[in-house]
């Protein structure tokens, strides 16, 4: 071991000053994107020896703890666009469905007619792991396998 060894620079920092320092300043947008360490496309970083989302960090600090059972949504309409956004004036404590509901697999609920062009009605259509699925396109995928199943 060398005795010359250089001190971690972070090491003194508090978590404030190491957040800071992750955050892009440039920004005109509004938007504060964290350009640090990201997990799932969300940032994340150490406090105590353990990963934090970086929103949630700064959700608490600036706004105040968030209620148990509630997630933090990223406000499109607010200006939000994307899921490294930091700033905690895009973010609302949402249960987990309005969460859903206001993302894409929610937009997808909105969908009156699948890709090809049948319509989702209750005798049409069946869910599998909260996903909504066409019988109409269904039956047609089973009818082609089967027909390619019995020419081999």
């Given at each position: 071991?060398?005795?010359?060894?250089?001190?971690?620079?972070?090491?003194?920092?508090?978590?404030?000053?190491?957040?800071?320092?992750?955050?892009?300043?440039?920004?005109?947008?509004?938007?504060?994107?964290?350009?640090?360490?990201?997990?799932?496309?969300?940032?994340?970083?150490?406090?105590?020896?353990?990963?934090?989302?970086?929103h949630r960090w700064i959700y608490e600090q600036k706004v105040g703890p968030i209620t148990k059972g509630f997630e933090l949504d990223h406000v499109f309409s607010r200006g939000c666009r994307h899921t490294n956004c930091v700033n905690w004036e895009h973010l609302e404590p949402v249960t987990h469905r309005v969460n859903s509901l206001r993302g894409k697999r929610g937009q997808l609920n909105d969908q009156?007619?699948?890709?090809?062009?049948?319509?989702?009605?209750?005798?049409?259509?069946?869910?599998?792991?909260?996903?909504?699925?066409?019988r109409a396109c269904g039956r047609e995928r089973t009818r082609a396998y089967l027909l390619k199943k019995r020419s081999v």
């Open positions: 071991m060398y005795t010359d060894e250089v001190p971690n620079q972070y090491a003194r920092l508090t978590p404030a000053q190491r957040f800071w320092a992750k955050v892009d300043p440039c920004r005109t947008d509004g938007e504060m994107l964290w350009i640090g360490y990201a997990q799932s496309g969300y940032g994340a970083f150490s406090v105590c020896h353990h990963y934090v989302r970086a009156t007619h699948c890709k090809r062009g049948h319509e989702f009605t209750e005798a049409n259509t069946y869910l599998n792991s909260g996903q909504r699925f066409c």
